[in-house]
């Protein structure tokens, strides 16, 4: 089974522009979830989407969206990046909606740099 | 809402050696699931052990253990016989029971394994 991807892997973006992220989670996987990696702030919840539905959010500006497709794949688009967006963006994928515990599963993230 | 706190920025430890890693949290909840999860460098993140709260009995995973003190809210990770490839960032993290696949990380410990 292929695992979670993610494309680009790596994005070089400067200030004021956009920038839109994609993540393929595990075939049957219906949630998937992002994170932003930074030195400073370490790993942030950004959201997480369950069957094309946004079904948590964290504590982002308005700037950071996402979507996701009836097929499971996800995209997150930054708006206006800044300097402080230079990060490693994670997405994670699960089963999700079953009762229990449904392990996380994370892709390699996308690299962006902002210059 | 739910802290993490990792409270070893670093640490080193020798070959065949047993080290552990600490780890402290703060919740309300009373059901809930804890992780250790490992991100070697440039590589994937991937899930080393978890423990759900209302187990009393410690997880173990071969050479990995936790010690879960539910009323102190502690979860340390335990490695056994230290190898090479145990040489990661390594991350605890949270997770509320139910509805949400929202994980709250600590900052992470630099673990090296020295030959």
């Known amino acids: 089974k292929a695992g979670v991807t993610q494309t680009p892997r790596y994005l070089i973006k400067t200030r004021g522009q956009q920038v839109t992220l994609s993540c393929s989670p595990i075939?049957?996987?219906?949630?998937v979830s992002w994170y932003q990696q930074t030195p400073g702030q370490g790993l942030q919840f950004l959201f997480e989407?369950?069957?094309?539905?946004?079904?948590n959010k964290g504590n982002f500006p308005g700037r950071f969206s996402g979507r996701q497709f009836s097929n499971s794949r996800s995209e997150m688009n930054v708006s206006t990046l800044e300097l402080g967006d230079s990060a490693l963006y994670l997405c994670?994928?699960?089963?999700?909606?079953?009762?229990?515990?449904?392990?996380?599963?994370f892709g390699p993230g996308t690299r962006l740099t902002v210059l | 809402a739910q802290t993490v706190t990792q409270s070893q920025p670093e640490m080193s430890v020798q070959e065949a050696e047993t080290v552990t890693l600490s780890c402290t949290y703060d919740?309300?909840?009373?059901?809930?699931?804890l992780f250790w999860y490992k991100q070697p460098p440039s590589r994937q993140m991937i899930l080393v052990i978890r423990?759900?709260?209302?187990?009393?009995q410690n997880a173990t995973e071969n050479r990995f253990s936790v010690n879960f003190q539910k009323a102190a809210k502690s979860f340390s990770l335990k490695i056994s016989d230290s190898q090479l490839g145990d040489t990661a960032m390594y991350f605890c993290?949270?997770?509320?029971?139910?509805?949400?696949?929202?994980?709250?990380f600590g900052k992470g410990t630099k673990l090296t394994v020295n030959p």
């Open positions: 919740t309300s909840e009373s059901n809930y699931y």
């Open positions: 423990q759900e709260a209302y187990k009393q």
């Open positions: 994670a994928s699960s089963l999700a909606g079953l009762v229990g515990y449904n392990e996380q599963f």
């Open positions: 989407y369950f069957s094309e539905t946004q079904r």
């Open positions: 993290a949270f997770l509320s029971q139910g509805g949400s696949e929202k994980l709250v």
């Open positions: 075939s049957g996987h219906r949630s």
